[in-house]
């Protein structure tokens, strides 16, 4: 089965690939032809998620799916949630966000934090929400080379390792996104039969 992913982070793609496993062909908007950026411009991660989701379905009229991620630090009042991939700056500028995130939390106890993923997903016309949590902390320093984003800041709850440190397929085994894209294959291999 094909099926649209409104992302054009290429870590994503291929998270959310080895989750699907091979039964499901992801295919990104710039092969459809949606070439520009696709607004997300929602106060919350759910209507972000089915926002991308409802501009690909109106353009290409095919199944598709979207997600949107937050990360929710408690002693910060939920920031930088929805806004996360511009915190720091208007672009998706991974290290001055990790910088603005440790400078605000710099003599903060409570580190606690919880990465969240929210995917919509557009079946034959019909919406969908699925949503994957890990809790887990802030650390001091960064630690690790592997992933995006906020990864080398973040360490599981149960794990002394960030996300970071962990190859791709520990990390997708407790992550928020692994966590929504499993529910999200254990739909579609359901319906699939
Ligand atoms: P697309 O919109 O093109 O899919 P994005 O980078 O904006 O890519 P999200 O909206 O899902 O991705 O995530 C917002 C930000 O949250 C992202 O830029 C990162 O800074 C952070 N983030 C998301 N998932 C993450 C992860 O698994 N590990 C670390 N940081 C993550």
């Not at 607004?39 to 759910?46: D, F, K, S, V």
């Not at 002394?160 to 791709?168: H, Q, V």
């Amino acid at each position: 089965m094909e099926i649209i992913f409104a992302t054009n982070n290429a870590h994503k793609l291929s998270e959310v690939q080895a989750v699907l496993g091979e039964g499901f062909r992801l295919v990104t908007p710039r092969d459809c032809g949606v070439t520009e950026e696709i607004p997300e411009t929602q106060a919350t991660l759910e209507g972000n998620a089915l926002q991308k989701a409802r501009y690909l379905y109106e353009r290409t009229g095919r199944d598709c799916f979207a997600d949107d991620t937050g990360l929710e630090v408690e002693a910060l009042g939920g920031a930088p949630g929805v806004h996360s991939a511009r915190y720091a700056t208007d672009g998706h500028d991974f290290a001055a966000n990790n910088r603005l995130l440790l400078k605000n939390l710099a003599g903060q106890q409570n580190r606690r934090a919880r990465f969240r993923t929210v995917i919509a997903l557009i079946l034959n016309g019909e919406e969908h929400l699925f949503e994957g949590i890990v809790e887990g902390r802030i650390i001091d320093t960064e630690r690790g080379a592997e992933g995006f984003g906020y990864d080398p800041l973040f360490q599981p709850e149960g794990s002394g390792s960030t996300f970071a440190e962990m190859d791709a397929a520990a990390k997708n085994a407790v992550s928020h996104r692994g966590r929504a894209v499993r529910k999200l294959a254990a739909y579609l291999h359901g319906i699939d039969k």
